[in-house]
């Protein structure tokens, strides 16, 4: 079983900067995908970012390409969500979530929420205007 906490999020004025965190618990994170969803009200839950176990595949998704970076460090059990040039539509619910991956490829990941086994209790982004 993992246990996942985030950090990070607040509120920050369009154009500014966030970095989000989210610690695992146990000894087998590096066995886990990992990915970043956010739900806005009223919306269904997207994948913002998705990493691999290895850490050497990472997928943004479209909304965010080249604001957003996803990384982890294995070493401390954490991946983070680096969020720039932040933007209104941007303000959600912001989760981590993991995916036991231990079987699959080293650079696996994926951006189907259903196939997640862990999820963090999320952390609220908001960007004012």
């Known amino acids: 079983q993992v246990q996942l906490v985030e950090s990070g999020g607040g509120l920050v004025q369009a154009g500014g900067s966030l970095r989000l965190s989210c610690a695992a618990s146990g000894r087998t994170f590096s066995r886990y995908a990992m990915g970043w969803f956010r739900q806005a009200p009223g919306k269904e839950r997207e994948c913002v970012a998705t990493i691999s176990r290895s850490g050497t595949r990472q997928y943004v998704a479209d909304s965010v390409k080249g604001r957003f970076t996803i990384s982890r460090d294995n070493a401390k059990n954490t991946v983070y969500l680096q969020m720039n040039s932040l933007k209104p539509e941007d303000m959600a619910v912001y989760y981590c979530?993991?995916?036991?991956?231990?079987?699959?490829?080293?650079?696996?990941?994926?951006?189907?929420?259903?196939?997640?086994?862990?999820w963090g209790q999320g952390t609220q982004v908001t960007v004012s205007s």
């Open positions: 979530a993991a995916d036991w991956a231990y079987y699959k490829d080293s650079a696996y990941y994926t951006v189907m929420d259903e196939e997640y086994d862990y």
